[in-house]
């Protein structure tokens, strides 16, 4: 992980140098734009001066001609010689400055003209010719301070460069050094070690997400958990039967106990215990490939309940509580979905309601059409289920018997029953919770989108 530190740093500093380098183009060609500027705006005050002077001297003596001192003074002033024609275009002063020619390569400078005008008339013109060494000094300055400032921003970029790389770099490895160890931890994780955590950084969003592998790393641990302790439950409560099934079947075939219908009965109970096991692990299987499997159709939820109820009548006889199913509105409580398996849900969640409600209680379920949502409430009047539980009663093979505690003549559950019924809920769209429980009962909701 220091590689992609040093990746990051290098990413970064190259950024820093393209900036700096656009910079660097942008301001040599503003200055080289400025400066262009500030020679034509030069030339055009020089102009007006010159004419501002040859139209005072007019006005003062009433004629363009200058004498010869006059004139080279005036040239001298302008930096150039100077040409006054009269209205007619003749020439009637000319100075005769002994300029210097220009340097090869020096760019050809023109010759500046201004008209004169009095009162909206034109009276004769000026022209001036500037002299070609001030126009280079200008030149010749301007490319030294543009070289200069070049200079000066490839010093500053490179040390702005190198100090923004190592800042990037000690950054990048404080970031990606908490990447390195989550990476170790990950692949701890993945040989097997399950309490391979993550150290907390100090930053928030390396917090955040320490936090969130720490508690993945610790729902992983517990879900191994879990699953050992089921896999020993199940263990357990398959060998029992088939122990007992064996022993039951060896006595007969050794003729030690008779062939009555008593006893094939109770080998039948014991086969069938087995088998009820064994198809528990096969539903939950089923469950989490439910959507691969739906066969949907518009479904009216009431009508369900009024099944599911039906279905479920004996056993609540047997357990001696009360069932109280109603459905909702006519025709409003439809949905879209396989109506097995969300037959399946209300079954498993009525045989909870049975099994866990003391005799002489009461279990209800009723349907309501709520913004949208069809649900379907299951309330018993059982013990409830304590804060610790609750977060779990959805995970598989998970049984809260010290909330939900069994009682003589109460099959025992694998602890998949919730999960199955989550599992087949979410496959049709919808949403199995929790939504109240206190030591008065508890109740079960199944939201399903209604159909349009």
């Given at each position: 992980?220091?590689?992609?530190?040093?990746?990051?740093?290098?990413?970064?500093?190259?950024?820093?140098?393209?900036?700096?380098?656009?910079?660097?183009?942008?301001?040599?060609?503003?200055?080289?734009?400025?400066?262009?500027?500030?020679?034509?705006?030069?030339?055009?005050?020089?102009?007006?001066?010159?004419?501002?002077?040859?139209?005072?001297?007019?006005?003062?003596?009433?004629?363009?001609?200058?004498?010869?001192?006059?004139?080279?003074?005036?040239?001298?002033?302008?930096?150039?010689?100077?040409?006054?024609?009269?209205?007619?275009?003749?020439?009637?002063?000319?100075?005769?400055?002994?300029?210097?020619?220009?340097?090869p390569g020096t760019p050809k400078i023109e010759t500046l003209a201004v008209p004169l005008e009095v009162d909206g008339r034109t009276i004769g013109r000026v022209e001036f010719d500037p002299s070609p060494v001030p126009q280079a000094l200008r030149a010749t300055a301007n490319d030294a301070f543009r070289r200069a400032l070049s200079t000066t921003l490839i010093v500053a970029g490179v040390i702005a460069l190198v100090v923004t790389m190592l800042i990037a770099l000690a950054m990048g490895l404080r970031l990606t050094r908490p990447l390195g160890a989550m990476a170790a931890a990950a692949t701890r994780l993945g040989r097997g070690e399950l309490t391979a955590r993550v150290p907390v950084p100090g930053d928030r969003e390396g917090r955040d997400l320490a936090n969130a592998f720490n508690s993945m790393g610790t729902e992983l641990e517990r879900s191994e958990m879990l699953r050992r302790q089921a896999a020993s439950d199940l263990a357990h409560e398959i060998a029992t039967p088939v122990t007992v099934l064996s022993a039951q079947l060896d006595a007969l075939a050794d003729g030690v106990v008779p062939a009555s219908p008593e006893t094939l009965g109770a080998a039948r109970d014991t086969a069938a215990e087995v088998s009820r096991l064994v198809g528990d692990l096969h539903d939950l299987a089923s469950a989490e490939g439910a959507a691969l499997h739906r066969s949907p159709e518009l479904v009216d939820v009431g009508a369900l309940v009024a099944r599911a109820a039906a279905a479920n009548a004996t056993l609540f006889e047997q357990r001696r509580v009360t069932l109280d199913a109603a459905g909702g509105p006519a025709g409003a409580c439809r949905v879209v979905g396989d109506p097995r398996q969300l037959e399946r849900i209300l079954g498993n969640l009525l045989t909870n309601a049975a099994v866990y409600t003391p005799p002489g209680g009461a279990t209800r379920t009723w349907v309501t059409h709520e913004a949208g949502w069809v649900r379907v409430r299951v309330a018993d009047t059982g013990a409830g289920i304590p804060p610790e539980h609750q977060v779990h009663i959805f995970e598989r093979f998970y049984r809260a018997d010290p909330a939900r505690a069994r009682r003589p003549g109460v099959p025992g559950g694998t602890g998949i029953g919730l999960t199955v019924a989550r599992e087949l809920a979410r496959a049709n769209g919808g949403e199995l919770r929790l939504e109240a429980t206190s030591p008065a009962g508890t109740t079960f909701v199944l939201d399903l989108p209604a159909a349009r």
């Open positions: 992980m220091d590689r992609l530190g040093i990746r990051l740093a290098l990413a970064i500093g190259g950024s820093v140098a393209l900036v700096i380098l656009i910079v660097g183009l942008v301001v040599n060609a503003t200055i080289a734009s400025r400066f262009d500027r500030f020679v034509k705006e030069e030339q055009d005050l020089r102009r007006q001066q010159l004419a501002e002077i040859v139209l005072e001297a007019y006005q003062e003596r009433g004629s363009l001609v200058f004498g010869t001192v006059e004139i080279r003074r005036l040239a001298v002033s302008a930096g150039g010689n100077v040409r006054i024609y009269d209205e007619d275009g003749k020439v009637v002063a000319r100075s005769k400055l002994a300029v210097p020619k220009a340097e």
